[in-house]
């Protein structure tokens, strides 16, 4: 007996044709001795629209936020009624071709969460009884984004917690793999959007992926691929637009090891969401980083690339770091109001700045990738403006202006074009 | 420790500021040593919504409607969705002005159904759990028309259910009362659109109550009015469009024996959703009614009045009836394809008739209460079809063009015209 997990986001569910073509997509999966688990999203702009119910009560008299203590537990009854939605209805739209189904809410399954309310985390995910009703073949549909705590409270897990959702029953089912439709036909080398040569990846690894979804490449959430990594459960990124039974390859999203032909760079991500905060002059000894990245840390500042380097003045430096650009403000408000005690001369923001990265797990053992981008970039007479490396990743922060340049220039250099 | 059970209708909790409102209504109820539970209705409409989404999967391929036993358990997982909604929205409501707050859902509770999906009947309503939390202080949002089954189903109790469902939580929480808030102040003599000299009551017992329900006047609905009767619990019928702290007294539905001045007669009802259906010639011999009426309720046409008369010609006989004019033709038919068998000469469906009655439990001692209305109908030239009585009701047939005429007359007839 095996078992495989299908995820289907709000568009993919987006209105009663739609969960129909789903129900017909998720008919041409079963095939004797497979047990099926469908999780769903609720329709699109359904959860947006629940929110905005909450919203009227999320402020208090005196016009101040309400504390989340008691609020969270109350928005999450709310917005998870989206998905069960989905749920009841797909389970209709299958037994209306034939196909014997049940809806098993979070609390049914029980799908445990802390009580984190509205970003819980997921806990022991009880699968011994949807488990068998799938085995019986019986479709289970399960809501995505939704669990239960242990004093029987619905929680949710937070914007995009769907994917994630689809993993961790994925995992708990012990199932072959988690295959998620969304309206994107897989993982591109980079945005078609950018780049028409962009290709489709037939496979990409967990590391890799995790790159590219923290880097702005939205198909996946990052959260979902760290749970599918951590447990070994390969993640299958398919369209849902695509009738049943015409091709409908995907990106298997797998072990590194899965992936024979290890390509030196898999992918070009970038992020336009990005400022640079500059600040020069600022006093050389132990401990003023600690202090800088603390302050910034306490005030919810996302901090990224981060480069130091020595100033003209002796005993003097010089640091850069990246953040998102909406944090931009509040960064540079709370080094200002540090400003003496830390000891920095001058503060810079600039704002009109884009992160390109090039993403491959073939850098481990390949020399020369770095000069590669760098070299693509100067015959553009793109400046860099800072650097930043892990593993498998090089980034570079570039003035925004250039980021369609530099990506298409990055995804020719590395042999990334489709014929 | 008393306790107390608010529902508040779809209309009076149709957006966030009435549902605001609605929480308004609940603080001025809250005193030390009562506990609170309010039961509520999907927001107006959106139950609606929620059918009709559901509606794409009730037809088969070929055209036949599904079956309801594949159909009605994931119709309740859609539309139970609404309720859950609103409790959510009214806990966030409460606690926004102060109030602890928080919402319970069928299946927290448990608020046990039998599995009759889409029309459940209530069975054990388990109160320890929440009874402690709103002994303690904390308002309890509770959905209406929602339950669940042994085996951990959703359930739905069928349109109208959440007066019910009110009625059922009052009983098992042992509540002094069931305040009904809905977008009328009241019930009425009769319909305050036909008789402008309509007068609010303030009190009516349950068995007028149920005869008054069930002949039209929509205010509650007859299952939660027989459940009250039942369980003795008194309802009171009051306006939700009334700002908290202005004077809103509505009307006590409530035993017999607490209606000191007993109306003879203490409320006009109509119904224009009537047929009138002749069998005219009927063979007169001893079970010849049985088979007629069993043939129609095997069609499931719900019959109402019948009145049976000699035919001129010796062994024959004319039966009447009424039933919901959307069943005539049906009703009709039934009887044609049997009408050789049967032994009927002539068969005639007559569908612009109205039903108009008069109810008081006053009629039980008082004589001469037929008299009048005759007299007052015979006064305005209107002829009577058919006349059914019971216990406390007289109810006529008549022309459907004179039923406000009727009505009109019936009331002042009976002295109920406000002063």
Known sequence: MSRLVLKFGGTSVGDVDRIARAARIVAAERTPGRGLAVVVSAIAGETDRLVQLTRAFAVRADGGPVDPKTFDDEYDVVVSSGEQVTTGLLALALRNIGIAARSWQGWQIPFRTDNAHAKARIGDVRCNEIGASIDAGVVAVVPGFQGVTEDQRITTLGRGGSDTSAVALAAALGAERCDIYTDVDGVYTTDPRIVAKA?????????????????????????????????????RVLSSLVEPGAPNPGTLVCPEEEIVEKQVVSGVAYSRDEAKVTLLG???????????????ADANVNVDMIVQSEARQPGRQNIVFTCPDRDAPKAAAVIQEAREK??????????????????????????????????????????????????????????AAYTELAVRALHTAYGLDAA
């Open 199 to 235: 290709r489709r990846l037939d496979r990409i690894s967990y590391e890799e992926m995790l790159e590219m979804a923290s880097l702005g490449a939205k198909v996946l959430q990052t959260r979902s691929v760290e749970l599918a990594f951590a447990k070994r459960v390969p993640i």
């Open 282 to 296: 600022v006093e050389d000894h132990p401990g003023v980083a600690a202090d800088i990245f603390g302050r910034l």
């Open 342 to 399: 830390i000891g920095v001369e001058e503060i810079h923001v600039r704002r009109d700045v884009a992160k390109v990265s090039v993403i491959g797990i073939g850098m481990r053992s390949q020399v020369g990738v770095a000069r590669t981008m760098f070299a693509a970039l100067a015959q553009k007479g793109i400046n860099i403006e800072a650097i930043a490396t892990s593993e498998i990743k090089i980034s570079v922060l570039i003035d």
